[in-house]
């Protein structure tokens, strides 16, 4: 038996006890006469003392020579310290050591294992391995597996079944580039790692199975960021014999217990927006509802005054800055500096004080009266103390740009709040968005996403007007859900492949085996699958979620802890048929 307890278990009523303890050392502290060693393992830290006048010399300068990250066993007894420590669960007791045996030395890690590390990034994830043994990281992984674990029991009671799908596919073009892979048995021909597991699910309704889950991996070769990885964990789900209000509800339940069970918080409000609201009031799809600076629309108010840049723009939008009027001049320019940064890409903001005495002091007083701006404050709901922001352009670019400004502000002024919580339901997406690469309509969603009832006429017609039976669960500004009511009869699925410009022939090709199967009774169905990375991370405070992987890749999409990708064997290449020409 390596230990009889763990390392934060012990406490004032184990005193006097014999115990085995096993862990790593933390660190040590050598007073000569007298040596303390911190033991650390997975549930916390013991305190261990070596007291010459009570243990072995041949074990005090054992343990004199013990080093960080060390594994070591120890036996020994629980006394009570006599410098307790409060902030330690085990801080009222420390080991008296009769025995230590060193199980395994280390070298010297190359960054400290603790809380706050002198490690930078790119080092702890080469040695991912070591910073996991910090606090901050391990729990993440503890906080990622009791979150997995609630969707699990959740959806288990409300008789959902769990069904395993496979990873070696075919490639089908569902938006990103997919990951592909050789077959060596089948020369020339490749397998695709799925980009979500949307066909297979759908063929579960199809055989009856009613309810479906699983905690999935699933593979996208696309550019990355902080919040996006090559491969990444959804929670997917299908029900049959369902319409929209019956996923919504669905899983709003589910959103409810995780906030409860692992946050403590109870929500009622799950409020519902169209998709073509959400970016009228906030400039994207997946806006944060924490706060407000809802944009007001200033065409009416802001045109024809003479000042040209307003009156040849599609739109005039701004936001009401909660006491931004304190902002500084250097402050408003750092922020005009902000918007023109290529990211960004603005070409100026015009900006409005709301003084406190109710008069209004504008970048544009030139071309507008206190009259005109008092209108700008009621359009945006601008107070006294408050700063109006304003862009203009082309639609979809000012309200892209002002969304980011909204952003940027709010982090700046302390409104997102990681304990704070607000779900929205966002419906009513279009079906289908215009490529003006590809000069041809795209599917917004996937090219099983069912149109909203009485809408499939207008595909003929005016196809961009065409809405979805398509929902998207956002949560503090990001999106951790989304899903639709899916067609469901091979018709309809043909149809919606020839609008997006397959011919029958590669609709045959790449979905046969679907079209196929809705021949034989296919039931109404649709589904939704979570982000469970994203989903763990808000739920954790946070919105990075390479914290909350355990073994993530860098920014360029490589492990830098086993090198990968790396180049294969020349054999392996022969063996699939395979030569690598590598362009420069």
């Known amino acids: 038996m390596y230990r009889t307890h763990n390392n934060g278990q012990l406490r004032a009523a184990d005193i006097n006890k014999e115990v085995t303890l096993a862990g790593w050392v933390q660190k040590t502290r050598d007073k000569g006469f007298m040596v303390w060693v911190d033991l650390r393992d997975r549930y916390g830290i013991t305190q261990l003392i070596f007291d010459e006048e009570r243990t072995s010399k041949e074990v005090i300068e054992k343990a004199a020579k013990l080093g960080r990250e060390f594994v070591i066993q120890v036996k020994g007894t629980v006394i009570e310290r006599e410098s307790k420590n409060p902030n330690m669960p085990t801080g009222d007791v420390e080991i008296l050591v009769s025995e230590l045996t060193i199980l395994n030395q280390s070298e010297t890690p190359p960054f400290t294992i603790e809380d706050e590390t002198d490690g930078g990034e790119d080092l702890r994830m080469k040695y991912r391995y070591l910073d996991i043994r910090r606090k901050p990281v391990r729990e993440n992984l503890i906080f990622r597996s009791k979150v997995a674990m609630a969707v699990r029991n959740y959806l288990s009671k409300e008789e959902f079944i769990e069904v395993e799908t496979p990873y070696l596919i075919k490639s089908t073009p569902e938006g990103a580039r997919d990951f592909v892979v050789p077959s060596r048995m089948n020369e020339g021909q490749f397998y695709a790692l799925p980009q979500s597991p949307q066909t297979f699910k759908q063929l579960l309704m199809v055989g009856g199975m009613d309810k479906y889950f699983q905690i999935v991996k699933c593979f996208r070769d696309e550019d990355l960021r902080a919040d996006r990885q090559p491969e990444f964990t959804q929670i997917d789900c299908e029900m049959a014999f369902v319409e929209q209000e019956d996923i919504l509800n669905a899983f709003e339940g589910l959103t409810k217990h995780l906030l409860k069970e692992i946050n403590g918080v109870e929500i009622s409000e799950f409020p519902r927006m169209t998709y073509d609201e959400a970016m009228a009031k906030y400039g994207n799809d997946k806006p944060d509802i924490r706060f407000g600076m809802e944009f007001g629309e200033l065409n009416t108010v802001?045109?024809?005054?003479?000042?040209?840049?307003?009156?040849?723009?599609?739109?005039?939008?701004?936001?009401?800055?909660?006491?931004?009027?304190?902002?500084?001049?250097?402050?408003?320019?750092?922020?005009?500096?902000?918007?023109?940064?290529?990211?960004?890409?603005?070409?100026?903001m015009?900006?409005?004080?709301?003084?406190?005495?109710?008069?209004?002091?504008?970048?544009?007083?030139?071309?507008?009266?206190?009259?005109?701006?008092?209108?700008?404050?009621e359009a945006t709901g601008a107070k006294a103390g408050d700063l109006i922001c304003v862009l203009s352009g082309a639609k979809n670019k000012a309200r892209t740009q002002l969304s980011a400004l909204r952003m940027h502000l709010a982090e700046q002024l302390g409104l997102r709040k990681n304990n704070e919580f607000a779900p929205l339901w966002v419906v009513d997406f279009p079906l289908l968005e215009w490529d003006e690469e590809t000069n041809r309509y795209h599917a917004m969603h996937h090219p099983f996403t069912s149109p909203k009832p009485g809408q499939l006429e207008l595909l003929a017609t005016n196809p961009g007007e065409v809405k979805a039976n398509a929902y998207d669960l956002v949560l503090n500004g990001n999106e951790i859900g989304g899903g639709s009511i899916r067609i469901h009869d091979k018709k309809t699925q043909a149809l919606m492949f020839d609008y997006l410009g397959?011919?029958?022939?590669?609709?045959?090709a790449q979905f046969g085996f679907l079209m196929d199967a809705f021949q034989y009774g296919a039931p109404p169905?649709?589904?939704?699958?979570?982000?469970?990375?994203?989903?763990v991370a808000i739920l954790g405070g946070q919105e990075t979620i390479r914290d909350f992987i355990a073994f993530p890749k860098n920014n360029a999409g490589r492990d830098v802890m086993i090198d990968a990708p790396a180049p294969i064997d020349s054999k392996q290449l022969e063996e699939l048929h395979l030569k690598v020409e590598i362009k420069s």
């Open 525 to 535: 169905h649709g589904g939704i699958a979570f982000g469970l990375d994203r989903l």
């Open 502 to 508: 397959f011919t029958p022939e590669e609709a045959k």
């Open 302 to 348: 802001a045109q024809h005054k003479d000042f040209g840049v307003f009156n040849q723009a599609e739109l005039v939008v701004g936001i009401a800055v909660p006491g931004g009027n304190n902002f500084t001049r250097k402050e408003i320019d750092n922020l005009i500096d902000w918007l023109k940064r290529p990211q960004i890409g603005a070409l100026g």
């Open 350 to 377: 015009v900006y409005v004080r709301c003084n406190e005495d109710g008069s209004y002091k504008s970048s544009v007083d030139k071309f507008y009266t206190e009259e005109d701006l008092a209108k700008w404050a």
